[in-house]
């Protein structure tokens, strides 16, 4: 062989051990996280190994009482001979000495905690059961010489077995005055199983009771989703190619573990029928996710087995017959199908191995690896169904099509490996053409910014040509008309050229960079003014709110309120003989209010005739979108009162 060969065998030997050692790392990961959640807690608080036990029957008349009518028969916590000492966790069959049809409560009394641990003033506490399973929850605790309900699960008994207890106690310092107990209702003739019960500060099990509700539901869905739409995918690819078969079972076997995992984070039915239904569904395709993933690797078997493989689709779809949910059907125990699908799994799982070692083909070796962790996931899951595993640990078996989907993209990668090519080959085309109109876009994008610069500085240079024509232009033009016709003293010249500059100000002080900002604009306008307003005699009071930016302050706006406020002082310099205006600007519900208030002589608005200045300041509102009101008494002053809105509003 050739030294190249040498290195490209070497290298390809080296990425396949390195894809097993990623399986390898995903189980583990998976491993690590169930296992820190449930040592979790235990770092927050110490659980109680012993509790007291009280198997309450629930005859005829019972089953119709309420739950508080049931607790209040339920004994105190301090009677010993009536509470039996019973040690946590509990599985299998419960204790209780009853009939086979008589239904009954088991209540687990938790001693009181340390009142020193949970002595801080404020702190809240909670009570956290990571898993119960086998019956309907209540929780109750003992508050004023009787016993109280606090948390009634009985509409979530179904789902309770893979969902934690979670119940706000209330405050620490009450918490440590109280007993508390936990029960379970079932059949006398069902067991039920239950985890040690944390009680504790809420900051420290909080923790523990998130992270154990996201591996045990959100968890399993995302992992089954993602597996589903990487299915949806390679059906999608299958219809345009039907000879690749191997993205139709991949596909199949992602609908497969979707069914089976739906019972981890879905609502089951609440009729028995329909609930004994689904549990047959989620039961049967867990075999025929055995049977799919075998049918996946003899795509990579050189020399595959039909007898083989017609069997086992035999055996599953006896299976899957034989556990339905009617009358007379002989695996009716949902143990006894996972006990026949463990034993056939691990029949398959050798056959597998073996093929791959004498194939040695690499994909076929992924599979049979991601085969083994998900039976090894399956039976630590059978472990904690039958009871031989703590109840605080988590279902592993939702997380294995993490592992499965790593094994199968990797195997069918190496199928479209050819047909990827081509794809790249044609998004090489796509992408130099894709270039080649960006490069067009852009240019044509940067001409378009140009002609808009040079529309945006048109448009301004008109409105500032408007302006200037409409206010300085106009007195200038008056001015100079009276000055021609001899009718202008030097003061009435020195008048009209002030209010020709006080104009040319306005403008320059519209366009100063204010961010939207009403206040700083009328900031502006009162420095300019201050020592004028001063000259007059006149004391200016200034009052401001914090006010938000106003979208709509332009530069024309801004032009517009600042000519309609300078009107204003103006008419108090002329008319008012005041000695103090005051200028406030407030926030009201829908917009800011500017007023302007004078101690001069005032008018009566009713006896005056509206001149065109009023008019114009009338005017000038209306454009803004806003309202002028004038309100005025004689001898009382007057107050002009501005009315702009956040949001800019059409003239009426």
Known sequence: MRPASWASSATELRAGWARQLLLLGVALLILLAAGWVVELPRRAAAPPELVGLYVQPLGAAQAQ???????????????????????????????????????????????????????????????????????????AGWREGRWSLQWDGTDLWREQWNRPVWVDVGTCSQAALTRWVVGVAHPADHGHRI??????????????????????QSGAQVGSLAFLALGVIALVYWLGRPRESSFLVFALTSVAWTLRNLHYYATLPRQPEALAWFWWMTNAS?????????LFALHFDPQPSP??????????????????????????????????????????????TLRTLRTGGEELRHITLAFW????????????????????????????????????????????????????????????????????????????????????????????????????GSNLMSALVLAEQGRLSRDAVTGLLRECLDDLRLVIDSLEPIGNDLVTL??????????????????????????????????????????????????VLRHAHARQVRIAISRQPEGVRVAIEDDGIGFDPALTMPGRGLRHLRERAARLGGRLRIDSRPGLGTCVQLDLAFQRKAPA
């Open 286 to 294: 867990l075999a025929w996710v055995m049977a799919l993933m075998y």
């Open 65 to 139: 009482a309420g739950t508080q009518a049931l607790l209040n028969r339920l004994p105190a916590p301090g009677s010993a001979p009536t509470w039996q000492p019973q040690h946590l966790p509990l599985t299998g069959p419960a204790p209780g000495g009853l009939a086979a049809d008589e239904r009954a409560i088991w209540w687990h009394l938790l001693p009181a905690p340390e009142a020193s641990a949970l002595s801080a003033p404020g702190r809240r506490c909670a009570l956290y059961v990571p898993r119960v399973s086998g019956g309907a929850v209540l929780v």
């Open 195 to 216: 985890s040690r019960v944390y009680l504790g500060p809420t900051e420290a099990l909080l923790p523990a009771y998130e992270a154990r509700t996201q591996l045990q």
């Open 522 to 571: 009328l900031a502006l306008l009162r420095h300019r003014l201050a020592r004028r307003l001063e000259a007059a005699g006149l004391n200016l009071v200034w009052a401001v709110d914090d006010l938000p930016p106003l979208d709509w302050l332009t530069p024309p706006e801004a032009l517009q309120v600042l000519r309609i406020v300078q009107e204003v002082l103006n008419n």
């Open 373 to 472: 962790l998900t039976e090894a996931f399956g039976l630590h899951d059978l472990l904690l169904v039958t009871g031989a595993i703590a109840p605080s640990s988590i279902y592993l078996l939702p997380y294995a099509s993490l592992v499965v989907l790593l094994a199968f993209l990797y195997a069918a990668q190496r199928r479209y490996v050819q047909a990827t090519r081509q794809a790249a080959e044609a998004q090489q085309r796509l992408e130099e053409q894709l270039a080649r109109r960006e490069e067009e876009l852009r240019q044509n994008h940067e001409r378009l910014r140009s002609v808009e610069r040079e529309q945006a500085l048109l448009l301004e240079r008109q409105r500032l040509v408007r302006d200037m024509h409409d206010g300085l």
């Open 307 to 352: 007898r083989l493989t017609r069997a086992l689709v035999a055996f599953v779809l006896g299976v899957s017959l034989l556990s339905m949910p009617l009358a007379g059907m002989p695996l009716n125990s949902l143990l006894a199908v996972h006990l026949i699908n463990a034993v056939v799994a691990s029949a398959v799982g050798v056959l597998l």
